[in-house]
Every structure is written in C-alpha cells, then in structure tokens.
C-alpha cells in the first residue's frame, strides 16, 4: 500500500483530501504544519507528499526546499494562489505539480495516481538500465542519480537530474522548452514553460564553470536548448 503524507492546515480539507485517497487503497497520514511535516519524513518513508502552499510559520516553498534537499518522490504542491508566478517558483524549487484550489478531490486522487505510476515507471527504468554518461569532464549516475563535475560531486535536486540527463543523453539535440516540460514533468506545459528555463539556470549555476559562457548545456535562441559534444 502506499503511503501518502498529507501537509495542510486546514483540517476540513486535509480530511476530504484523506477520505478519498483512503478510498483509493492509499495509507494516509496528516500534519497541520510545515515542521511536523518535516520532522515526520525524517522519521517514516512515504511514497508521495500533498504540501499546501499557505503555511503558518513556514511556507510551502521554504518546505519544498527543504524536502527536496533529502527526498526524491513526487512532491504535489496546493495552493488557492493561481498565479503563474507561484506556480514556476514552486515547480522550480522541486515540485512535481501545482494543484491550485478549489479543485475536485477525484482530480487530486487521478494527478496523486498518475505521479506514483510515472515515478515507478522511471525508478524501475533507472535501475534495470543504469548508464554512465561522461562527456568532457562531466559524468553523471542514472542509477544513483549523481553527477561529477572534474571529479568533484555536484548535488542537482530530482528534475535538475532529469533535465540534464536528458540533454546529456541525447548531445547535439535541439530540445525546445515545451518537449523538455513534457518530457520530464509528463504532463503539457499550459503555459509554465517558463520553470524550464529556471531550472536551466539553476543546472548551469552548478556545473558550468562559467554560467555566462556555458561549456555543457547550450541555448538555441527561439529553439530551447541542446548539449554540447
């Protein structure tokens, strides 16, 4: 069975959210705040996080980051704030959707299926198909999910990962940001593309020795982005 954390502060809809995830066959537990919630993934393995984005004490985006920093599952972010802006910066700091309220507790139990079934997709796929890509001076781990900059580890969150093995994979292909935002987030863009190009950003910061001249991850201006041989 797997096993779900629920972190919101509003009981009336953390219980909705977990009478019908229950109903689903999924193990459900509650945390009405950002520091319980995160104290409880340190002691308990969950398979997927619901995370409310209005916080007392902590937001949802301070959360996120944090989780981030140890946990690699799907992460879906809640807010009742739609604007496109909360949405980038949410999916930029490693969330995996952006569920904005109100929203029918069946979508969320549909968008909660959908995320487990992609991450065992690619878990599996990771480990029936580990690969070591090396390409000047850089190396990355599809099993382990590690990447090495000179010999020197670099730590990428999960879809900073996703993102550059994908390009890495695949070098001197021309990958737009819609593709990209397909491809790693499974779902169409509707507008959030612009979290491809934070993410980017982020990668560069971390394995370029000059973000300004990049060496690995180049961009093909009104195009996307490719890897460089």
Known sequence: MKKILIIEDDISIAELEKDYLEINGFDVKLENSGMKGIERTRKEKF??????????????????????????IPILMVSAKGEGIDKIR?????????????????????????????????TSKDKNQSEIIENNGLSLDSYSKRVYVNDKEVTLTSKEFDILHLLAKNPNRAFSKDEIFERIWGFNSLGEISTVTVHIRK???????????????????????????
């Open 47 to 72: 398979d997927l996080i619901i995370l409310d984005l209005m916080l007392p004490g902590i937001d949802g985006f301070q959360i996120c980051k944090e989780l981030r920093d140890g946990l690699d």
């Open 90 to 122: 949410g999916l930029g700091l490693g969330a995996d959707d952006y569920i904005t309220k109100p929203f029918s507790p069946n979508e969320l139990v549909a968008r909660v299926k959908a995320h487990l079934n992609r991450y065992e997709r690619l």
């Open 203 to 229: 990668i560069r910061e971390k394995i370029e020795p000059d973000p300004t001249n990049p060496k690995y991850i180049e961009t093909l201006w009104g195009i996307g982005y490719r890897f460089k041989l």
